[in-house]
């Protein structure tokens, strides 16, 4: 069988393991090949396989190979690693062949031989970092093949197996299989409250309290069911505790240098107290936030209201689109430079691993993310629609927005006498962030890029083909041609930019909110969701495999702080989608469109026992779910008892059964008064007289039914 | 240094480590016999010592004591169980001589060897239970020698020393350990608040929204800094995780028997199914508590508001005594009732394991507990203050109540038309919870049982002495001289009963209670629970020393489900206090008494922010505490780096530096290309030629050096 034989696609990778992309300026070619001589040097040093081959106008591939006997070695040191720490249960044995690996355990561990730093075994090899400049990128190649063979496989399918699961934690690593097995625990979930959510919607009509009771409760079980999922998942892909091998945050700045007197070892100190201190502008961080984003979509939505609820001038049909128009442009900006603020905020905190500081800048994006996902419609449900009677008169003042457009005389029209709040309002947002929304987002995240990657690559093959005199008959790269479609396709792929699992993430765990927070305002929100995730998780499996480098399998034990933030908008959701029953349960307002009857102590007490015995039922369902024993944990437990009981096997004492006059009893008493002995040509021992009253235990016996007769002699006497 | 040198008390132990105390029934003196034949034979097969002394009139002591031999043999075992359970960080070396051991670690060994079952090494004597019904406990026994000199040490300090509490560990256990730490701990805690409530019972009044938010403050850092002293502690004292080493409930009844197919091992099954059913009877238990108890206190409470503020007619002097001789007589009643319905539904529950059965006892007893603690103030404050005006007139039908002890002509007088509410009532409930009752609480704890018990003594000795004739100068028993001391110690200590570290910890955490629910009626309660809790730990040590058996020492790591409780009365205290302030900090009432301008609204608005400006609090408290590293934990991290170093060093890779034409990286490419060779032998491989084309690193560089020059050429001219 050879690859050749293979058409252009799905194409091999002629055993390729990596290719670092090592990029040559313009400016200092001498620099570039001194650089590329130590690159070579180093790999060499570590044992790898070279190759090189052009790549595109200023960069070389360097295809890289580890040989079977130094990958041999890495993961066998890789997984005592493991062990050491507590990821394993069973020392490993074999350091010649360590036994069976997967695709993402191999790559695992070639980056942890090329990346790692020198004094833990490493080559030290940083992109764009230190001494390698140059070093563009380092990157796995995606096995087509079986990615092609997989996207086939789950369009026909409504889920996956748990196999599946394993074969994507297999070939992308356990942080992305934990992401892509989340995505179908809560689809698997979704199947419920959708069915749930259209019954309700076509018995119990909008703002059912039943409706809301029942999804709050799906809400925490599926919050716990995925917890203990992790915990399941974490034992079978055996990474459980895997966060204590964090690894070097390269931007750490320590303050000092301290040698550890225990360990010996030298340590990198940055005082957590000072961290804290800089841990504290979070708080004002998240009040600029909160208040740079919520005035700017405060205002879009005052605008809003003001053109289509109280504005009846001329041009209304135009100027409705400027709110739309100025949110689109504000929102954009005022994120990203609070992202950049966030940035920064994360590398002043100075964390030591790179998971520390990722969390912590995952935790920073949190509040801007949730204000711009959730706070347009908890304005208009907590806000326009309770207080818009006394707030519209004031509207007035974004006339100054529809004067550039009007003419003096039209202005004086302007009246809002007629205002009347629109009970539909609520609903028709919902349904576009449940919706259009979603619909939108996949668009951008999957079509969009694709489509501009394939327009890309044509004007880069137009241009250099331009350069090269228009000559189609030669190839571009001198190529040997049995190469000339691998190399192609690495080229391709160089040029892809890397995956980050947070981001869909994120998106997921938004979603999450809008069911937990708004579902009781329009029930079909589920069934939306439904839909959209089947297609979620193949579309990001296609993104992943050809919108982005492979990404370099990476080990994970959890989904990290989305989970803190799924169980926090359950808890949330508890408290809105209380108040939203109670304020809009009967359609929710008066005859003149004013929500007249909303008492506020009602309103408050209503949220107060929804949300506590919110809470109590938590507390229920995390003690219920902690008792499911799934299969892995099981195995696990079964593991650990049968090591155990081996080892206390080889311990276990012997039981010495005794008849009358035993001999092992009578020589520690033997033993024992020889000891005594010996003690009173020191010193007298006052025990030893009274342990040697009774010379044995038959002495005892003697002893103790003297004792019994005589006392019980004259009792039972008497009784008689 | 002879032991009989020293005077009758403090006594020493004749090196005995246990006392078996066992009791012959009247009625069946061969069955005696014939156990205690058993007994003392399983006792020598398991290679202890006895020795037999008679007890009282129906009762032998049977001195117990392991030789050395077989004692190490079984702390090596425990040791290595602990070490298989994760619980040592290093594997215990040396079966012969074990390392030193505290005096705790030696009574449970032997405990172990005596009472645990056969299969895992023990001699499976179960006072009370199964075959040793005459068995009736075994006990260690007091060294009143080290008591004494503690007691007379501590009386003199005012903060026990981490050393102190090793050693009451060494002695007594890590359970009996952790509640002396926690009360230390606590009492250190309590100098804060006890300085600060002065200081705001002098400067800012009662109901001072200050001293609440300081008071909510200290209660979170107090619970959050315990949890982490608890790791430090479970460190330090080797027990972190000990939970997993749980032992069998003996009353467990398995629904059925099933072989593990992967451990061998004869599994006795409850399903936990079936379990949770008969936990959900938990829901009406806790219902019908609140209301019966809550009915008893809510009727004294009300008798007694008709008597004292509404009755005026004659006898109301002794009347007002009604409501509390009723609640004193009908609370235990009632509590006595639901205390044994408690066990009972726990037993139900049938638990596997004795510390499950445990929680499960103490969590049904919480609610109880609460209400009995807790009611009374609750129903004054949020009932009686706001309300009493519309309650009061309905009060009437306690006229009952004092009928009777009144003529009819006298009750006729009877009016309630001047009714105020007595806004001093609060204060004065509270001042009787945190002094009063904690006062005659220590003494009916400690005194009471001390004189009872002496005059229990005297009693029995003047009864004996009777039926010995009155003959003062002959000793009751037939004694040895040298023993009278000893034997009169043991025979005191068999009759004294169990100690449970249990009611003790209840205590405290009742107290913490009052403390963090309403010390912001009256900021003097931590005052007054300071003075109590030097006392309080003092005043136990004592009674675990004169009043109870020595307890067999039990390992812990944690003080148990009353860690779930300190956090839920911190919570609970937040909303408690925040309400108390709203409706009380301007004396809370109008000029009639009653509560005017007190808001619905506006208190549960309070509330809510208050509880969740709370939870914030507490989130960040936990957050902050978690980075604090205690010198156990730093030592615990430092002992496993060491170890990983060591192992890790004999696997690292020999780092190969290669010169220009290395050897290794030609060795390397040398047996590629004859693994090509003898692949080509069977089937192309498509891979060998690519790998093949630069036979080393210095062909590789010479290609990419190549490359760069030849793109950088024509660029470089350009730029000229």
Not at 160 to 174: A, C, M, S, V, W
Not at 682 to 708: C, M, V, Y
Request: glycine share 6%.
């Amino acid at each position: 069988m050879t690859f050749s034989s293979f058409n252009e696609e799905p194409q091999g990778n002629y055993d390729a393991d990596y290719v670092i992309r090592y990029s040559f300026g313009a400016s200092d070619r001498e620099g570039s090949i001194e650089q590329l001589n130590k690159l070579l040097q180093t790999l060499a040093g570590a044992g790898f396989l070279t190759e090189i081959r052009p790549g595109d106008k200023t960069t070389l591939l360097v295809f890289i190979r580890a040989p079977e006997q130094s990958l041999h070695r890495a993961t066998h040191t890789s997984r005592v690693r493991d062990w050491l720490y507590g990821l394993r249960n069973t020392q490993p044995d074999g350091e010649t062949s360590p036994g069976p690996q997967t695709d993402a355990e191999r790559l695992r561990a070639i980056n942890y031989m090329l990346t790692a730093p020198v004094e833990e075994g490493g080559a030290n090899i940083t992109p764009k970092h230190g001494e390698w400049k140059n070093v563009d990128s380092i990157f796995p190649l995606h096995d087509d093949k079986t990615n092609q063979a997989w996207m086939r496989d789950w369009s026909k399918k409504t889920l996956l197996t748990r196999e599946d699961l394993d074969q994507i934690r297999d070939k992308f690593g356990e942080k992305i299989g934990f992401y892509f097995a989340f995505l179908q625990s809560y689809f698997r979930f979704l199947l419920f409250p959708a069915l749930f959510g259209f019954s309700s919607w076509l018995i119990l009509g909008y703002y059912s309290p039943i409706y809301a009771v029942v999804n709050c409760i799906w809400c925490v079980v599926f919050v716990e069911y995925w917890k203990r999922q992790e915990i399941d998942l974490g034992i079978r892909w055996q990474v459980r505790g895997v966060s204590v091998l964090s690894s070097k945050n390269r931007h750490f700045q320590p303050e000092s240098e301290i040698r550890d007197e225990d360990t010996g070892e030298m340590l990198q100190v940055f005082p957590w107290t000072r961290r804290l201190q800089i841990q504290l502008l979070q708080i004002p961080f998240a009040v600029v936030s909160i208040l740079a984003l919520g005035a700017v979509i405060a205002t879009c939505f005052a605008i809003e209201i003001f053109i289509s609820e109280v504005y009846n001038g001329p041009l209304k049909g135009y100027l409705v689109f400027i709110p739309t128009i100025l949110l689109s442009s504000l929102l954009p900006i005022a994120s990203t430079l609070l992202t950049k603020v966030a940035t920064k905020l994360t590398e002043l905190e100075n964390y030591e691993t790179k998971e520390d500081h990722d969390v912590a800048f995952i935790q920073k994006m949190l509040v801007i993310n949730f204000i711009t996902s959730y706070l347009a419609i908890f304005l208009t449900a907590f806000v326009y629609v309770p207080f818009a009677g006394a707030i519209v008169p004031y509207l007035d003042v974004f006339r100054v927005t529809v004067r550039p457009f009007v003419s003096q005389e039209d202005e004086k029209t302007i009246n809002h006498v007629d205002f009347k709040i629109d009970p539909a309002r609520l609903r028709k947002q919902v349904i576009y962030f449940a919706v259009t929304a979603q619909i939108v987002n996949t668009c951008m995240e999957t079509v969009v890029p694709f489509v501009m990657r394939k327009l890309a690559i044509k004007y880069k093959e137009y241009s250099e083909e331009k350069a090269n005199g228009n000559d189609k008959s030669t190839p571009v790269y001198d190529d040997h041609p049995d190469e000339v479609a691998f190399l192609k396709k690495v080229r391709n792929e160089a040029e892809l930019p890397e995956y980050d699992v947070t981001n869909d993430l994120r998106e997921m765990v938004i979603q999450f909110g809008y069911l937990s927070l708004f579902s009781t305002v329009w029930p079909l929100v589920p069934v939306s969701f439904l839909f959209n995730n089947w297609l979620e998780l193949r579309s990001d499996f296609f993104k992943i495999c050809k919108e982005f480098k492979r990404p370099v399998p990476e080990r994970a034990d959890t989904i990290g702080p989305w989970l803190d933030t799924l169980g926090l908008l359950a808890w949330v959701g508890s408290i809105t989608s209380s108040a939203l029953v109670y304020m809009f349960s009967n359609e929710g307002l008066g005859p003149d469109g004013n929500p007249t009857d909303i008492r506020g102590w009602m309103l408050m007490v209503t949220i107060f026992f929804a949300e506590h015995i919110y809470l109590a039922v938590r507390y229920v369902v995390k003690a219920t779910i902690s008792k499911i024993e799934t299969p892995s944990i099981r195995q696990e437990r079964t593991q650990k008892i049968l090591q155990r009981k081996s080892y206390l096997g080889t311990l276990s004492v012997p039981q010495t059964k005794p008849d009358i006059g035993d001999k092992t009893v009578e020589i520690t008493h033997a033993s024992l008064e020889e000891d005594a002995r010996a003690h009173t040509l020191q010193e007298a021992h006052p025990s030893d007289q009274f342990w040697g009253r009774q010379k044995n235990w038959s002495e005892s016996l003697h002893i103790g039914t003297t004792i019994i007769k005589a006392y019980q002699g004259p009792e039972a006497k008497k009784q008689q």
